[in-house]
């Protein structure tokens, strides 16, 4: 258990370690939840690549924040939000998307992503969208229960696509971002 954590915007050179976070996360949070074949598909290069476009990528246009969380000089988990990728989602006032949250096995309910969750609603709020939501896989009930004690409301329900044949997902939202931050803040 860690006495103290960081959270703070991450940089590019933080993507190797966000890289490993996800893939070691990905390895024992998804297993028997996705196809092994694609676990391990998922790996720390083609990761570190991904999270530096996607660092740079937010940082030169603005419209969302990689955060990390560091404790006992390491990176353990990280969040990212973004601008709203599905159409349909956005139409309904959703224009912001928590699109990603991870942290090392280890160091979950620890209040890490609470911290990490936290941080990216704020600078959501900050840059000026109005609702938020958060895709996860509807067979993993851990995730599920941290949203909805966060007080996400399911808002839809997926099938899969062609990347994870078989999988179904489930979206929660918090439609007004400001009032989910200030009731957070106070």
């Not at 476009?53 to 939000?81: P, Q, W, Y």
């Not at 969208?129 to 941290?146: D, E, H, S």
Request: glycine share 8%; hydrophobic share 40%.
């Amino acid at each position: 258990m860690v006495k103290s954590f960081d959270i703070r915007p991450a940089v590019a050179a933080d993507a190797p370690a966000i890289a490993d976070v996800q893939v070691a996360s990905w390895n024992t949070t998804y297993r028997g939840l996705l196809p092994d074949a694609l676990i391990d598909r998922i790996t720390v290069p083609d990761r570190t690549q991904q999270w530096t476009r996607i660092i740079n990528t937010l940082d030169e246009n603005g419209t969302g924040k990689v955060f990390v969380c560091e404790a006992d000089g390491k990176v353990v988990g990280f969040a990212s939000v973004g601008a709203q990728r599905e159409p349909n989602l956005k139409e309904k006032g959703y224009d912001a998307e928590l699109t990603s949250a991870y942290l090392y096995q280890e160091n979950q309910r620890q209040g890490i992503g609470n911290a990490l969750v936290s941080a990216c609603f704020e600078e959501g709020a900050r840059l000026g969208y109005k609702g938020i939501t958060a895709w996860v896989l509807t067979t993993n009930t851990p995730a599920r229960a941290f949203y909805e004690k966060f007080g996400g409301e399911i808002i839809e329900e997926r099938e899969s696509d062609d990347r994870h044949e078989g999988v179904s997902e489930t979206a929660y939202g918090w439609s007004d971002l400001a009032a989910k931050v200030a009731k957070s803040v106070s």
